[in-house]
């Protein structure tokens, strides 16, 4: 079952792609063609304010900006590294990936990686044998008690 | 007048909680109850002292006494009295007070427990809650002073000061500038304080965890005595935080309800650190493991609460959120830095009384998940500190100013909080201390069948939707699964106990559900929280993935189209509104299928100073919202009037949603007649407790 | 309970503590750091300006270049102008500065600088052309060089004196043409 939903998802994804690939180039751009750009970058003098989102006049030069540059004929990645060269790094709504930015995107997966770590550490120092699977206990004074039994017995029977 | 009576008691409960300081230290070294008890009798009346400084602000405010700078700064002659009275969290001063008075409420309410059974806690207790008002007080008192009144000098100039500067008199203000609009909506009234209760609250529990440290008592003691506080905190802060979102999505005009910008989360991360905390308790209370996490959770908790207000209060961060800039943050780093180091030093001393008495049994015992809960919520603030902190570093390191936005936390945390969900539906049925897959595999086969039948539903309704697939579809799909599968295991969690109590008690199911719930009220509201979360799942998926918009100049008469709604252009109107904001408001008429559903009007309002407000027009069903907007506009034609209309799929999920899951927090936190002691009778010796069947 | 029970006592191992300690010092120094960066000013008079390059719009030059260093600038006196076509206040002091710079052109003494900050360049140019502006214009593209004298806003304006030494910041709009040259002369008779 799992393994259609599986199928499923690939064939829309792709089909996803494929439509998205198709849009409309040329002509005068809509509306919608500049907020498509402008909700990738961000303002340049108000902090954290996507562009096409900001009521001040300056932004609205900007998407004018954009809608210039799209009748043009520029394609988005082009307007975005014009944006860059012109008002800095700062109107991407990620750092780019490259030099000392790459931290941004390389500090959480190992950070992650080493928690995931500690996390599985504790729990193998913290494990010991369970009563049906007798094993060499891993740390410290594990006896199996009576309690432990009792407790763990209980439990089987509240879940059958 | 009013000024001076308010800044001299508020001088005065800021030497009192010295005493209490001092007083305290002195009591416990000396070993001399009379010292901890007359600090005790101290820091009692720190809430009735500051509830007159409040008192003599809110007065001045709402006699519009234009001579106190801040009144003059936040009010004005035209604001209605509900708004003249909530200016007083509407700026940097008035709201540094508010966070003291809130602050001592808390403070005063821990004076009053019961402490004949852990007296040796009350001198730290008392210690760290005075410190922490000693510090916000003087930030008032030396920084931010919200009693400064105007002088004139002798040659014109216009000063504000405490005190008569030498030969001037006193300035009066005509009129004031008047609260900030973005504050003015109904959701930025309580949105703060809700925020700050969540904040202030989640001091108690920390000073009771210091107190643990300090006198060496680190059994759960400190955890029985604080986990309702907590709970309240935690309520607090969610209220904070969905409020938050409400009012973004209501009055910011974007479309969306939270933007990850810093601030949002700033005030976001103690969420997250408390609500792992609240997961790490149990097991502590259950099994008797993980007190250094515990420990640690909570003391993290309170640095990020106290690291949030800094980073929003010092203009270290700039947002959209952030204070104007202020003098106050070399002094709130330097308290920030001795909380820390205090804090971590205690941590370590400590660290080998906290000692698990208890072991691991098995990889999938509920602990074991629990412990993985808590790696994903940790993992999620790391991520978070992360995003926040980087433009400071990259700024430090390269000059290079860069945005850390929504593409970022969206990506990175997308997974965790999916497998989050997934793991809440996990976790309930594995049993504490020992599962293995056979067990586990047994509780888990009937909700996950039923979950892939309503998915085989939720995918049929999309290939007869083809139209909205788009190219988050699959992690779509994955989060509906999910979701859906969580929601059937808390649904099922509910059903089998309450069947399995209807037929031993002889009772109809609904009756038996009420009085389970009302017996095991930390279990089921528990639950319940789940279930809105789950609800919430939805609104969230619905929103993030499947939101679409438009945009488009329309003439009077024209109309647009978006998922199958046609929004036709009927009028516009402008008029002054008695506060002084000059409105454009737009009448739109809303059809589907040809059918008219009613008519909406987006809003535009330009504020006297000339804040530009963007009011949605919204229609809102279960399935789910138009949105729309009147952009960009500058007053050149009335005829013709840009409109941009989101489609939200879903959303009101995510406010009913949040409504139940405050509603499961209030039942999971409402008082016992003393729920210090019903815990402890009704506990029996902790290595005997099957799962489930004490709260 | 079982507190005193416990037959071991282990506690942290130095070197996790090292750890700690050192990973909290860390974010401590930057965060320090950025709230020095926060509370600092604009970079102050007394200051030594390191070089620049400012490429100017079509149809501006400097000694028939497009773009100017200020180390070329070495003798002079330079009045370095942030502005914006999207700033209202910029709009005041525009023709001011214009009028300055007229009064003092043909000395070669002083010379002034626009830098167009976050702007839009048809806006921008309108906005020259609007005021008439003579002296050299440029972009302050990637706002480097408006990071580096940590303004604030615009309008803002810089007097750098002949030895490249900041001498003037105006925060804000100038009132009066007055007042510019009353600033200009000082500088002058150092």
Known sequence: MKKNIFALVLTFLLAGLWAGSALAQGKTPTDDDVNAVASQLFCPVCENTPLDVCPTAACKQWRELIRLKLSEGWSETQIKEYFVAQYGARVLAEPPRQGFSWLVYIVPPILLAIGAYLVFTTLRSMRKPTPDVAQVSVGLETTVDDDDLRRVEEELKRLQ | MFATFGYGVLLLTFLMALYSIGASLFGYFRKDQKWVESARLSMLLTFPMLSLVSASLIYLLVTGNFNVKFVYEVTNRAMPLYLKITSWWGGQAGSLLFWSWLMSAFATAVTFRKWARDREFLPWVVIVCSVTMVFFMGLSIFFENPFETFWQTMDGQIVPALFRPTNAIPFTAPDGQGLNPLLRHPGMIIHPPMLYLGFVSFVIPFAFAIAALATGRTDDRWIRITRRWA??????????????????????????????????????????????????????????????????????????????????????????????????????????????????????????????????????????????????????????????????????????????????????????????????????LSAWGHSTIKTLGKAVWKPLVAATLAMAGVVTYFLLNRSIINDYFPYALIGFFVV????????????????????????????????????????????????????????????????????????????????????????????????????????????????????????????????????????????????????????????????????????????????????????????????????VSARKPRETVPAGITD | MTETSQPVRKGVPIWIQVIVWAALAVLMVIVALGLKRSQQGTVAPGDKIPDFTLTFFDGYTYQNQPQVNLSDLRGKVVILNFWASWCKPCEEEAALLEAAWKSYEADGKVIFIGADYVDTEPEARGYLAKFGITYPNGPDLGTKISQFFRIKGVPETYFIDANGVLQYVQIGPFSSEAQIRQIIDTILAQ
């Open chain 2, 231 to 428: 709970l309240w905190a935690w309520l607090f802060l969610s209220l904070g935080l969905v409020l938050g979102g409400r009012w973004a999505y209501d009055v910011l005009g974007w479309g969306g309800y939270w933007g990850w910008d810093p601030v949002e989360i700033a005030a976001f991360m103690p969420w997250l650190s408390g609500t792992a905390f609240l997961h790490s308790v149990m097991i502590q209370e259950k099994r008797g493991l993980l007190k250094h996490w515990s420990m640690i959770l909570i003391i993290l908790t309170y640095c990020l609460v106290i690291f949030g207000t800094f980073l929003t209060r010092s203009g270290v961060l700039s947002s959209v959120h952030a204070f104007a800039q202020s003098a106050i943050g070399p002094s709130f780093f330097t308290f920030i830095f001795v909380t820390f180091v205090i804090s971590v030093a205690l941590l370590l001393w400590r660290w080998a009384d906290l000692k698990s008495e208890n072991q691991m049994t098995s990889m999938l015992s509920r602990e074991a998940l629990f412990l993985l809960n808590n790696l994903l919520f940790i993992s999620i603030l790391v991520i978070c500190f992360w995003g926040v902190i980087f433009p400071l570093i990259s700024e430090l390191a390269t000059g290079q100013k860069v945005t850390v936005g929504p593409p970022f936390y969206e990506r990175a945390t997308g997974p965790l909080f999916a497998t989050l969900v997934l793991l809440m539906g996990i976790a309930p």
């Open chain 2, 484 to 679: 859906i599968f969580s929601a059937f295991v808390t649904l099922y969690e509910f059903w089998r106990a309450a069947n399995a109590r209807a037929h031993a008690q002889n009772e109809n199911i609904f009756l038996a559900l009420w009085r389970l719930a009302g017996r095991n009220r930390r279990r089921y509201g528990g639950y319940t929280i789940h279930l809105g979360v789950v609800l919430m799942a939805i609104g969230i998926i619905g929103i993030e993935m499947f939101q679409t918009s438009t945009q488009r100049t329309m003439k009077i008469g024209e109309s647009m189209e978006i998922a199958g709604y046609t929004i036709r252009y009927d009028s516009l109107a402008q008029f002054e509104h008695t506060d002084g904001r000059w409105v454009t408001r737009a009448e739109v008429s809303v059809f589907r299928d040809g059918k008219f559903l009613g008519t909406l009007a987006p809003r535009y309002d330009l504020y006297p100073d000339g804040q530009p407000m963007t009011i949605p027009g919204v229609r809102s069903t279960v399935v789910d919202d138009l949105y729309v907007l009147l952009v960009n506009w500058e007053g050149v034609n009335a005829q013709v009037a840009p409109f941009k209309v989101y489609h939200n799929p879903l959303v009101n999920w995510l406010w009913f949603g949040a409504i139940i899951f405050i509603f499961g927090t209030l039942v999971a936190a409402w008082p016992d007649k003393d729920p210090e002691s019903v815990a």
